[in-house]
């Protein structure tokens, strides 16, 4: 017997909405929701299956049997199917089960909408209500629109949450275990964001998140939704922003998940050459379906609106705006106008970003795109794409590839280390030296430095100084700060027992020092995307490995002039341009004795002199430490 009950929560303008693809509040409308109706409590399910015969809710409240509560569809052609039923309680697991019109296929499929799951490998979803969370966050969301801003400093750590520290056991650690340990180290290191890699429910470890099942639910692996909305809230208590990695680019092909999922290619795109990625081995949504639009937008809008979230790094743009990604000849199809682009993602994701900003002018959406596809972080308005930043892959390859060169060779490359400034105003760029950088045989960051060990500390941090005074927002991943030595395994803990030694407590001072140097420094970050806040001092120095700048902000007394030297030789009298006349005082030193280095400091003030060098009307001597960058600004 049919014990589903009709009732439905969807208006005549919510389907307009939701056919046309403008309807971005779906996760208000679908899913499991706790309703009250004619006096009884119980759940309202809706799920969109266009293609089923039946669609019927199993689970715990009816001993999973596909007769009891068969979901009634609407009369209006929108595909969802609905209703309420009584026996279902919050805590219960459920699924649907989807007999298909085609050819009578029948799944067993997780609800797209759900907010929580049972915990991995098991694939139910579990009836929950997030609306009962009490934020202690109103002081941070009321100024974050300055915290976020593109001219305020913007230093991010990346964290995978399973391997960032085990358990003893070597168990993962909880939500509320890192509400205290993780944001105590995050506000010690003085980083102003963290990002998380994908935590949003996926089945299979080795995808670090990135095949995701459950849109809208933080996973299972490490508490309930409420601890995970604690989690964001210690944060934010803490002056520190939290970032999202968002994978709407491709999602698995697992037999519980979207794929297939009425016995039609619903969520993925029918034609393998647009929906299937060939790299992952996983489907591709169908940016041209309406209905498919709204999803993915709701689901963005859902974390903002819901956690508080404050942006979205955007995985794998390259893979959604380009038809030939990864593909050979034959393997792809031109569009319309005989080009390569996918105009229905690069619609999509100008659709995305205009939604976001529309709603929440106070977050940032970050695109990881690595080809020269133009306009991406110009406004939608103006023919962009509408991102706030976009990773800077050329900087972040051309610098790992010259740090790796033995420093002795490095004046036969220079343009590796200088290239990225022809170009680092074209975008608003952010600097990344994530997680893909320290796998699949790449090694570490520290690992890859040339010299023996005082030499590839040094040259460790002249790398993080290069970096944080290089224009554009930063991004480590976890390690990166304390010098890992091994590459990243997902499996196992960061090795925190390296902090016993004294060259890595000094790359952890470094860092530290570095985030706090940048973030009270108007010149590094006030003009970080425009022209006017870098000037070259002398960028063709190669045959003593130097290069010289000064970085802007509003305020010319603000000015910073950095200096960094890729040798182990030291300059004990380097001259350089200055703007004008006064007296340079030495303000960060990649060499200080407390990070570990050979302590080769500008002790005093240096005078400039009225001596026109490098094209600038003064000139001052200092002393260059060895493979070091040394910070001066005007006493």
């Known amino acids: 017997m049919n014990k589903t009950k009709v009732y439905s929560l969807f208006t005549a303008l919510d389907i307009t909405l939701f056919k046309s693809g403008k309807h971005y509040n779906l996760y208000e409308k679908f899913g499991a929701h706790l309703v009250t109706h004619d006096a009884e409590e119980g759940v309202y399910f809706a799920v969109w299956a266009p293609s089923a015969k039946t669609v019927s809710v199993i689970g715990d409240f009816n001993l999973w049997d596909d007769a009891q509560h068969v979901l009634n569809v609407r009369w209006d052609a929108s595909g969802i199917w609905e209703g309420f039923i009584p026996e279902a309680k919050k805590g219960m697991r459920y699924k649907y089960k989807i007999v298909s019109n085609n050819a009578g296929v029948v799944?067993?499929?997780?609800?797209?909408?759900?907010?929580?799951?049972?915990?991995?490998?098991?694939?139910?979803?579990?009836?929950?209500?997030?609306?009962?969370?009490?934020?202690?966050?109103?002081?941070?969301?009321?100024?974050?629109?300055?915290?976020?801003?593109?001219?305020?400093?913007?230093?991010?750590?990346e964290i995978h949450l399973d391997s960032w520290r085990k358990n003893e056991d070597g168990k993962s650690l909880t939500y509320n275990t890192f509400a205290k340990q993780l944001v105590d180290y995050v506000k010690e290191m003085n980083f102003t964001h963290v990002e998380f890699m994908p935590i949003m429910e996926y089945p299979y470890n080795p995808s670090w998140g990135y095949q995701l099942v459950g849109y809208f639910a933080p996973t299972s692996r490490f508490g309930n939704p409420q601890e995970f909305m604690q989690l964001i809230d210690a944060f934010h208590q803490n002056d520190i922003g939290v970032i999202l990695d968002w994978v709407p680019s491709h999602f698995p092909s697992d037999a519980h998940g979207l794929g297939?999922?009425?016995?039609?290619?619903?969520?993925?795109?029918?034609?393998?050459?647009?929906?299937?990625?060939?790299?992952?081995?996983?489907?591709?949504?169908?940016?041209?379906?309406?209905?498919?639009?709204?999803?993915?937008?709701?689901?963005?809008?859902?974390?903002?609106?819901?956690?508080?979230?404050?942006?979205?790094?955007?995985?794998?743009?390259?893979?959604?705006?380009?038809?030939?990604?990864?593909?050979?000849?034959?393997?792809?199809?031109?569009?319309?106008?005989?080009?390569?682009?996918?105009?229905?993602?690069?619609?999509?994701?100008?659709?995305?970003?205009?939604?976001?900003?529309?709603?929440?002018?106070?977050?940032?959406?970050?695109?990881?795109?690595?080809?020269?596809?133009?306009?991406?972080?110009?406004?939608?308005?103006?023919?962009?794409?509408?991102?706030?930043?976009?990773?800077?892959?050329?900087?972040?390859?051309?610098?790992?590839?010259?740090?790796?060169?033995?420093?002795?060779?490095?004046?036969?490359?220079?343009?590796?280390?200088?290239?990225?400034?022809?170009?680092?105003?074209?975008?608003?760029?952010?600097?990344?030296?994530?997680?893909?950088?320290?796998?699949?045989?790449?090694?570490?960051?520290?690992?890859?430095?040339?010299?023996?060990?005082?030499?590839?500390?040094?040259?460790?941090?002249?790398?993080?100084?290069?970096?944080?005074?290089?224009?554009g927002t930063k991004l480590l991943f976890m390690g990166n700060e304390f010098g890992q030595y091994e590459e990243w395994n997902f499996q196992k803990s960061l090795d925190w027992n390296l902090l016993e030694y004294l060259p890595h407590i000094g790359i952890k001072n470094h860092v530290k020092a570095l985030n706090a140097f940048y973030k009270s420094n108007p010149a590094l970050y006030e003009k970080g995307f425009s022209v006017d806040g870098f000037e070259w001092i002398n960028h063709d120095d190669a045959q003593n490995s130097v290069i010289s700048y000064i970085r802007k902000g509003h305020d010319p007394e603000n000015d910073i002039i950095v200096v960094c030297n890729f040798t182990p030789n030291t300059y004990k009298k380097y001259k350089i341009g200055v703007l004008k006349k006064g007296s340079l005082i030495e303000v960060f030193n990649s060499d200080a004795e407390g990070f570990g280095g050979s302590n080769t400091l500008n002790t005093k003030p240096i005078k400039t002199t009225k001596l026109s060098w490098n094209n600038l009307p003064f000139s001052a001597e200092i002393m260059v430490p060895p493979l070091a960058a040394t910070l001066f600004k005007y006493e």
């Open 107 to 157: 799944t067993e499929k997780i609800d797209p909408y759900a907010l929580y799951f049972e915990k991995s490998p098991n694939t139910a979803a579990i009836i929950w209500d997030i609306s009962d969370y009490q934020w202690k966050d109103k002081q941070w969301l009321g100024y974050r629109k300055d915290k976020n801003a593109l001219d305020k400093p913007y230093s991010v750590y």
């Open 260 to 471: 297939f999922f009425d016995g039609t290619h619903l969520y993925e795109h029918p034609d393998t050459k647009k929906g299937y990625h060939p790299d992952w081995k996983s489907l591709i949504f169908n940016y041209e379906r309406n209905e498919v639009r709204s999803f993915l937008i709701s689901n963005a809008l859902f974390w903002l609106e819901y956690y508080h979230i404050d942006g979205l790094r955007v995985d794998a743009v390259a893979s959604m705006i380009y038809l030939d990604y990864s593909r050979e000849h034959g393997e792809w199809d031109p569009n319309e106008f005989g080009g390569n682009e996918n105009l229905a993602a690069v619609s999509f994701l100008k659709e995305f970003n205009e939604a976001v900003y529309s709603r929440y002018d106070d977050v940032q959406t970050i695109a990881e795109e690595s080809t020269a596809f133009p306009a991406v972080t110009k406004p939608v308005s103006a023919g962009g794409l509408g991102f706030g930043m976009k990773w800077m892959m050329g900087w972040m390859h051309d610098t790992l590839h010259y740090f790796a060169r033995d420093p002795i060779y490095r004046q036969h490359h220079q343009n590796e280390i200088t290239f990225s400034l022809a170009y680092a105003f074209t975008e608003n760029f952010m600097l990344p030296l994530s997680h893909d950088e320290v796998v699949y045989g790449k090694h570490s960051i520290l690992g890859r430095l040339p010299g023996d060990e005082w030499q590839r500390f040094a040259n460790l941090r002249l790398l993080y100084t290069y970096m944080f005074t290089h224009p």
